[in-house]
């Protein structure tokens, strides 16, 4: 078994990481509706369900592939603190809004340099993963990304919970590209943090990428700017309980939040869907 079919059945419909997506693209309109699946074959005919037994078995191919392992191995990266690449494991981000110790009053980069770190990050990672992805120039990489329906969700998760939630006075205030300016805001730390994780080399490909998803990311925060607060009511009614830390946000960053590894999940339905979009063009 390689490690995205590994991954892809480590969830089960009733996963809180499961709810918390579901609930993502239920409430921010324009995104793809949510199927849940657990292997590769669901999965590529869930990109194309057409998709005759050649195509599933090229996309199993791709996906036992180097290409399709170093991004599954970034998704997990950026579900993980201090070992990987985040500096938040996992939804902790989510967390730190609820309760009486719900961070900063201000809810800006500026007032919380560490989480904007993390989300800046979160984004190289994604690009990351893109270049590794998909063939053609960056343009043809970004615009296959955007062509499918597991890259759609993941740039909604990014949007909604990455940025518009935890930064949500700079959604309101506006005046530019919140993600250039997120990215701009911690150069020195993501590059050091990246490099250092991934190489130089990974670095500068990621960047690449970047320059052309920026454009694409702010158009899903935008599309999510009139409904963070429907978002914060539905997810608040059941995780904070759900984790039995319905007064300590320190209790989640402790315990339920590595139950909920939301970049190993998306990352792995973009990996899947990624190859299935591969195979079906071999």
Known sequence: MS??????????????????CSTIFQVVPGGPEFV????????????????G???VERARTLGASDDAAKAIWVA??????????GIY??????FSLFGKSAGPAKRTFEADPQQAADAALKGVGLAYMIHKLFPGSIAEKVNAFKSLKAGQEIATYYAVAEVALPFADNLVEGGGNLVEKLMNSNTGAIKDKFAGFAGAEA????????????????????????????????????????????DSVSGAAATGVDLMPVWRFLGARLVVEACAYRAERA
């Open 76 to 85: 997990d990266a950026l579900d993980t603190a201090d070992a990987g690449l």
């Open 203 to 246: 670095f500068s490909q990621a960047t690449g990428v970047l320059s052309q998803l920026t454009a694409p990311l702010e158009g899903y925060i935008s599309a999510a700017k009139g409904h963070t607060d429907a978002v914060m009511e539905r997810i608040k009614g059941y995780l904070p309980g759900a984790m039995n830390v319905a």
């Open 36 to 51: 849940f699946y657990d292997n590769l074959e669901a999965g590529v005919k869930r990109h194309n369900p057409s998709a």
């Open 89 to 94: 494991t996992g939804v902790k981000n989510l």
């Open 53 to 55: 037994a050649d195509v």
């Open 3 to 20: 490690k995205l079919e590994e991954s892809l059945s480590q969830y089960k419909a009733d996963n809180l990481t499961v709810k918390l």
